[in-house]
């Protein structure tokens, strides 16, 4: 009972972690960005990260040996996941809402799901179909709203959250066949170390003006705290706790809780526009994501097949 007990406790915190803490990522990020050039922040964030989960792994007694094509593998999937797929995403934070950039993101199941038909021929079921359909409709009501058009480079914002998008369907589909450190936490720590060092180089490239942090207001040093140890660290061990303890269907339901958070968060804290286009575009998206990720029939479908 008392095993039973602290594991319901620990699938509660990790379920927090997953909806909360990820949904409020884009709170932070957005606040930081007012101050630091994005891909210097995300990429202190994550080379921060990835040295102190090797510390940890350290401790531990994990070893971090890895081979030549792990190493080269993991370097990919940084880049793929966090050079590309969150760094420009906070850049693309200087000219979206965060709840606006949580919504397009939360489309992400479709793009995956029509990346595995185009680049490996995998059959889209009729549920899913349905998700696709509802999915882009959402989409377009999402970024054809005037009043978002009309914002200065709001729309090369969505353009980079899109590119970002396919730039994580890609490293989805990568990662399930590649050759990776066994040790999740190692894995982790080598795809942030190197994700993180190449947002750092992309960020000299660009010619990003870096910053001392001590010389970083008090709001941007918190938030990049919390950055680090809980929307890097925290909420991801929790992801790859929960793939391990609950069904990947109950995982995939923070696709539609982050929207949410990172919505009603930006709307408080930051004062940022809900329109009634934007909840019925959220509904539709969201249902449609839904539709993606269940593993049902239509008994339309179960019927017509007997």
């Not at 021929?121 to 377009?140: A, C, E, T």
């Not at 969201?286 to 993606?292: A, E, K, N, Q």
Request: hydrophobic share 55%.
């Amino acid at each position: 009972m008392e095993n039973q007990g602290k594991n319901t406790v620990l699938l509660v915190a990790a379920f927090f972690a997953i909806y909360v803490i990820w949904g409020s990522t884009y709170l932070w990020n957005k606040i930081a960005v007012t101050e630091l050039p994005p891909f210097m922040l995300a990429g202190v964030r994550f080379f921060t990260a990835g040295i102190i989960i090797f510390l940890i792994a350290i401790v531990l007694g994990k070893s971090l040996a890895i081979t030549k094509q792990q190493l080269l593998n993991t370097a990919f999937v940084g880049f793929l996941f966090l050079s590309l797929g969150n760094g420009l995403a906070v850049w693309a934070l200087k000219y979206v809402d965060s709840g606006f950039a949580a919504l397009e993101i939360s489309a992400q199941p479709l793009v995956i799901l029509l990346m595995m038909w185009i680049l490996q021929g995998k059959k889209i079921q009729p549920m899913s179909m349905i998700g696709v359909v509802l999915g882009m409709v959402g989409i377009y009501l999402l970024v054809g709203q005037k009043q978002l058009l009309s914002q200065e480079n709001a729309v090369w914002g969505m353009l980079m959250i899109f590119v970002c998008m396919l730039s994580w369907g890609y490293g989805s589909l990568f990662v399930a066949k590649a050759d990776l450190p066994k040790n999740y936490f190692v894995n982790t720590g080598y795809q942030m170390l190197s994700g993180g060092i190449l947002l750092m180089v992309m960020s000299l490239l660009f010619r990003e003006t870096w910053s001392n942090p001590l010389g970083w207001s008090f709001k941007t040093q918190a938030v990049m705290l919390l950055l680090v140890l809980f929307g890097s660290i925290l909420a991801f061990t929790s992801f790859n706790y929960l793939l391990k303890s609950v069904s990947p269907e109950k995982v995939a339901t923070s696709t539609y809780v982050n929207p949410i958070v990172a919505l009603l968060l930006g709307w408080y804290f930051l004062d940022e526009e809900i329109t009634l286009q934007s909840g019925v575009a959220a509904v539709i998206l969201l249902t449609g994501v839904y539709f993606i990720n269940t593993k049902k029939k239509l008994l339309l479908f179960r019927r017509f097949k007997r």
